[in-house]
């Protein structure tokens, strides 16, 4: 797709857009629909063509959206697309035990149950949130963004990025130069953009693997997503449509490798092994995915001319299911951060208006990315005296109503200074 030129809010010089996105992925594209919404000329830029992406060898993860994320895309008219593939989560069941739960038909001692009735009066009747799988987030944003005929760069790399006092300028792969603004880093955890800014990250490997594959149930799921705390990580069933489910268990990267290269009959068995029989045979559907599991966090979100969104700027385990929802909220706040700038006049890529976004975004980050790692640390392990100290803490949990309404709120991206589009409005 060409990309057209736009005239800067900021002065009279014409520049290729008012922000170059690097990255086309989930929480790229979500910001690009957002500007392009409210106005202005975004362009995407990725190393793989919008085809690749959906396609079901690309990405075999499944995402828990919070309800409040959906709003999102709801407000920006890529619901229509997505709603098809939609899996409510009614209930979400967390045991702690040494073997999973699902293998003894019933919850350990110490569990946690949250039941999307105890919020209903709160979330106009949303559910805990909703399972996606990837690839049809992908296609469906894709839709939207061809729809609002937004640039898209792809297959193309960005291989350089100077920041100037008035504009940032990007270096494609092939040579050709591109300027704006504001340049977003949205392209991952190696995000040039973020170390062509001078913006350092700080992290660690967790020493493990994620393990994803698809299986089709015998018996109804019923909506209801079970995470099991096993010594070596969690093990998650995670409901999708027809009576599917995603599987996420967290394994040595030695071990994920030998499941992923294990023979089906194999697999199987060590998937029945950790799955129980209560929903059934479970019969796996396409190929065993992997993915390495660390925690990265940028040491800031902005810079003069430049902002990162997404895994650019926070990866996080996947432990319980927030990373995306943290780029989607991400890309809500900069969306509505921009657009408010330009209402006012002001120069949307100058570092003061940027550090609103960051201002808006630093703690919520930095609290669930150190949440995050507490909760990795604390129930991937066997400890006796760990063991009992978590078990009681989600007993109690259990017990206290307005505890489970928080953290339901919580999951469900309700909770603090939303930005306009999570609450559905349009900027």
Known sequence: MAYRFAMSRQRDTAFDADVIIAGAGIAGATLALGLAKAGLTPVLIDPVAFDAQVA??????ASAIAYAAFRQWRALGAAPALTPHLQRIEQILVTDGQLPG?????????????????????????????????????????????????AVLAPARVASAAFGPRAASVTLADGRTLSAPLVVGAEGRGSVIRDAAGIGSIGWDYKQVGVVATVKLERPHAGV??????????????PLTGDRASLVWTESAS???????????????????????????????????????????????????????????????????QGLNLGLKGAAALAETIVEAVRLGEDFGSEAVLERYAAWRRFDTAALAAGMDLFVRLF????????????????????????????????????????????????
Not at 225 to 234: I, K, V
Not at 271 to 281: I, S, T
Not at 292 to 311: K, N
Request: a positive charge.
């Open 225 to 238: 997503a079970h995470e099991y705390f096993l010594p070596s990580g969690p093990f998650a069933i995670l």
């Open 255 to 321: 071990r994920g490798a030998a499941l992923k290269a294990a023979r089906p009959e194999v697999f199987h068995a060590h998937l029945q092994r950790r799955f129980g029989d209560h929903l059934g045979e479970a019969t796996r559907e396409g190929p065993v995915f992997t993915y390495p599991l660390s925690l990265q966090l940028a040491e800031r979100l902005v810079a003069p001319r430049v902002a990162l969104l997404g895994d650019a700027a926070h990866g996080v385990h996947p432990i319980a299911g």
């Open 380 to 427: 991937s392990n066997d400890n006796p005296l760990l063991r009992l100290a978590r078990g009681a803490g989600m007993a109690a949990v259990n017990r206290i109503g307005p505890a489970r309404t928080f953290f339901m709120q919580e999951a469900g991206g309700a909770v603090g200074d939303l930005p306009r589009l999570f609450r559905g409005e349009a900027l």
């Open 56 to 61: 079901p060898t690309f990405d075999g993860r």
């Open 102 to 150: 699902a293998s003894t038909g019933a919850p350990g001692p110490f569990f946690l149950r949250f039941d999307s009735a105890e919020i209903a009066d709160r979330s106009d009747g949303e559910p805990l949130g909703y399972m996606l799988e990837n690839r049809h987030i992908r296609a469906g944003l894709a839709a939207a963004i061809r729809a609002a005929g937004i």
